[in-house]
């Protein structure tokens, strides 16, 4: 299993932006596909996480209300919509793959390249 994370960019405070994290490979409906950040000089932080099966969804509370995580089964996808982004929101953004939900990095077993996301204020 590859995960290719794509859709970043510059913005500007309050904009929108939707990352997609597309996987090649079969995935498994117990799988779990979480979103992590990392800024620069900080540790990779979770965002969020959907099971690939039922579509249960999980948020950190500094994303709670703003981001939605959603996932396409048919074009084996998941999506990261970022709603009223701050320049704290600031980082790069990673998709992963575990089997079980968690909210540590070491919980989850592949990765993908991450793509960078720059808000401006």
């Known amino acids: 299993v590859q995960l290719q994370a794509s859709g970043g960019g510059l913005v500007q405070a309050g904009d929108s932006l939707r990352l997609s994290c597309e996987i090649s490979g079969r995935t498994f409906s117990s799988s779990v596909m979480a979103w992590f950040r990392q800024a620069p000089g900080k540790e990779r932080e979770f965002v969020t996480a959907?099971?690939?099966?039922?579509?249960?969804?999980y948020y950190a509370d500094p994303v709670k209300g703003r981001f939605t995580i959603s996932r396409d089964k048919s074009k084996n996808t998941v999506y990261l919509q970022m709603n009223s982004l701050k320049a704290e929101d600031t980082a790069v953004y990673y998709c992963?793959?575990?089997?079980?939900?968690?909210?540590?990095?070491?919980?989850?077993?592949?990765w993908g390249q991450g793509t960078q996301v720059t808000v401006s204020s």
């Open positions: 959907i099971r690939w099966g039922v579509g249960s969804t």
């Open positions: 992963a793959e575990g089997h079980r939900y968690g909210s540590t990095w070491n919980e989850y077993d592949r």
